[in-house]
C-alpha cells in the first residue's frame, strides 16, 4: 500500500501542518443590537448570549472582542418609536446613528458597518414603503439612500442594505457620492433568501411583518442560478462587498457565488441557524462548541471570506492568539 491518507492524521502537529481551511480573526463580524429606551444590557430571549445595549454600554460590551482581534462589526439599531415613513432610521439622533459615533470614537479602528433596512422602524414591519398590500420599490430607494447617507454622515465605514429592493445598490452608492461620501463602502445583501431561519431575529428587533411575507423581495429558497444574477447586479451597482445568506442552510449558493464572482464574500450565519445548534447543545445532543466551530468552518470551507456571525466573541477565543 503506497497510499495511506491516515500517515496526515497521526498527530494533531501534522493534521495542523496539512488542515487546508482555518478561521481567523479577521474573518468573523460580530453582530450588535443597540436598543434605544434601555437603561441596562438586556438579554435577547430568543438568542441566548445576545444582548441590547443602551449606546453607553456598548464600549464595555466591545472591550474584550477588540483586545483579541474583532475587526468588524455588524450594527443593528432597534428604536422605541416606529411610524410609516421609517422616520427614526434616518433621524441625526437616531439610536444607530448614535451609537456608530459612540463606537468610532472608543475605537476608531474597529471597522463600523451597519444594516440599511427599514422594517425595524416602519409600525408595519416590511422592509419597504407599503402601498395597499404591495411594497413600493422605487418609493423605499428614497427612503435606503436617507438611512445610508445618516449612517455615512456618522461616521460608519460600510452600509450593508438588506432589503432586497431592486437597484439599491446603485441608488445608495450615487446618494452617498453626491454627498461627499466616496470612501464609505457598501456591503450589500446580495443573495438574500425569503427564510424560516430569521425568526429568532425579528423577535431581537420586533421586526415581523404584520401582514403577509417578505417572498415579494427576498428570493426563493428554490433558486441558485438567480444568486448568481442578484449578486452580479449588485457588483454591476457598485457592491464592494457581496453576501449570501442565511449561510448553513446555502452552503451551495456561497459555493457558486465564490467561483464565479470576483469580490469578497460575506456569509451570514443567522438567527435560527445560531438558536438551533444553541438548542441541540442544551438539550445535550453534542456540545455547543465544537457544533459552533464545525459549522463555522463549513461555511469558510464553502468559500465565504467573511462570517457575520452571533459566536464572534465566543470564536475569538478560540482562535486568537
Ligand atoms: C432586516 C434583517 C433581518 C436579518 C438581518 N437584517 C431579518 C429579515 O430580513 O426578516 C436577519 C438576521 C438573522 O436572522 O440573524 N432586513
Ligand atoms: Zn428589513
Not at 111 to 137: K, Y
Not at 226 to 246: S, T
Request: glycine share 6%; net charge negative; proline share 5%.
Amino acid at each position: 500500500m503506497k497510499q495511506r491518507p491516515r500517515r496526515l492524521r497521526r498527530t494533531e502537529s501534522i493534521r495542523s501542518l496539512v488542515r487546508e481551511n482555518n478561521l481567523n480573526t479577521s474573518d468573523l463580524i460580530r453582530p450588535v443590537f443597540a436598543a434605544a429606551g434601555k437603561s441596562q444590557p438586556e438579554e435577547i430571549p430568543s438568542m441566548a448570549d445576545c444582548y441590547h445595549y443602551p449606546v453607553e454600554y456598548l464600549p464595555g460590551a466591545l472591550a474584550e472582542p477588540v483586545e483579541l482581534g474583532l475587526e468588524a462589526i455588524l450594527l443593528f439599531g432597534v428604536p422605541e418609536i416606529r411610524d410609516s415613513e421609517a422616520s427614526r432610521a434616518y433621524a441625526t439622533d437616531g439610536i444607530t446613528q448614535r451609537a456608530v459615533k459612540k463606537i468610532k470614537n472608543t475605537y476608531p479602528g474597529l471597522t463600523v458597518i451597519t444594516d440599511v433596512c427599514l422594517c425595524a422602524f416602519m409600525d408595519h414591519g416590511h422592509c419597504g414603503v407599503v402601498r395597499g398590500d404591495r411594497i413600493d420599490n422605487d418609493a423605499s430607494l428614497k427612503l435606503l439612500g436617507r438611512v445610508a447617507r445618516s449612517h455615512a454622515a456618522a461616521g460608519a465605514d460600510f452600509v450593508a442594505p438588506s432589503d432586497m429592493m431592486d437597484g439599491r445598490v446603485n441608488y445608495i452608492r450615487s446618494q452617498l457620492d453626491e454627498n461627499g461620501h466616496t470612501d464609505t463602502g457598501i456591503i450589500s445583501y446580495s443573495a438574500k433568501y425569503a427564510s424560516s431561519l430569521y425568526g429568532p431575529f425579528r423577535n431581537a428587533a420586533d421586526s415581523a411583518p404584520e401582514f403577509g411575507d417578505r417572498c415579494s423581495y427576498q428570493m426563493d429558497p428554490g433558486n441558485a442560478r438567480e444568486a448568481l444574477k442578484e449578486v452580479r447586479l449588485d457588483v454591476k451597482e457598485g457592491a464592494d462587498i457581496v453576501m449570501v445568506k442565511p449561510a448553513l442552510a446555502y452552503l451551495d449558493v456561497i459555493r457558486r457565488v465564490k467561483l464565479e464572482i470576483d469580490r469578497p464574500l460575506a456569509a451570514y450565519n443567522v438567527s435560527g441557524e445560531y438558536a438551533m445548534i444553541k438548542a441541540a447543545a442544551n438539550a445535550g445532543y453534542a456540545d455547543e462548541k465544537e457544533l459552533m466551530f464545525e459549522t463555522t468552518l463549513s461555511i469558510k470551507r464553502a468559500g465565504a471570506d467573511l462570517i457575520i456571525t452571533y459566536w464572534a466573541d465566543e470564536l475569538l477565543k478560540l482562535v486568537a492568539n
